[in-house]
């Protein structure tokens, strides 16, 4: 049981260039979430999923788009990265939307 | 929206002393308050979470209280220990949707 993984865990992208994140888990959640962490702003919520095939915007989802295909799979895209998406992304995910959210190990991300 | 505030944005303890960490929350209607710790370069994991039908909850060295009249919740750890060093966040969630909304964090910093 590997929880919540992300793929990869560093980054470095030219301004322009597009990446995809990868978010897996393997606990049968229906709420899958991504955040970025930066000093001194906390967690601030990009996107999220209720279940397959629905995302929804978050608090900050502007340069972002996300998917989610399979109910165990979240992806985030940067489809043409700036400066200021150098963060830590992080997945998440919960049962219920009132569960724990189990949080993957991080992505950073640096964009040149 | 909800808005979710942590003050002061860093703490520091002797080992052994107790700390209190306060949250301040803007929408009555929130009912889950969790609190995340997350050590340095490593996931946010929960430690305790509080619904707000209950007024406080405890596990072993760590306490959460709610006052919903005053719209605030705390963290209590006693006795602290070198290992409880770490950010901490507070987050709340209002009702209908299920999105959390993340505080800033505190560092707390436990000399030995």
């Known amino acids: 049981n590997a929880g919540v993984t992300q793929t990869p865990k560093f980054r470095v992208l030219k301004t322009g260039q597009s990446m995809t994140l990868l978010c897996a888990q393997d606990?049968?959640?229906?709420?899958m979430y991504w955040y970025r962490q930066d000093p001194g702003m906390g967690l601030r919520l990009i996107h999220y999923?209720?279940?397959?095939?629905?995302?929804a915007k978050g608090e900050v989802p502007d340069g972002y788009n996300v998917s989610r295909l399979k109910k165990q799979n979240f992806l985030l895209g940067l489809e043409s990265a700036a400066p200021s998406q150098t963060s830590v992304y992080f997945c998440?995910?919960?049962?219920?939307?009132?569960?724990?959210?189990?949080f993957g190990p991080g992505t950073r991300l640096t964009v040149l | 929206g909800e808005n979710v505030e942590q003050h002061p944005s860093t703490l520091s303890v002797q080992e052994g002393d107790s700390a209190v960490i306060k949250c301040t929350y803007s929408?009555?209607?929130?009912?889950?308050f969790p609190w995340y710790k997350q050590e340095l370069g490593k996931r946010p994991q929960l430690i305790i979470d509080?619904?707000?039908?209950?007024g406080e909850k405890k596990d072993q060295r760590i306490a959460v209280t709610l006052n919903k009249t005053a719209k605030h919740f705390s963290l209590h750890i006693t006795e602290t220990q070198p290992e409880d060093s770490a950010v901490y966040f507070c987050?709340?969630?209002?009702?209908?949707?299920?999105?959390?909304?993340f505080g800033k964090g505190i560092t707390l910093s436990v000399r030995p």
């Open positions: 998440a995910s919960s049962y219920h939307s009132g569960d724990t959210q189990y």
């Open positions: 606990m049968n959640h229906e709420y």
């Open positions: 999923s209720v279940g397959e095939g629905t995302t």
């Open positions: 929408d009555s209607a929130s009912n889950y």
């Open positions: 509080i619904r707000s039908n209950v």
């Open positions: 987050a709340a969630r209002t009702g209908a949707n299920s999105k959390l909304t």
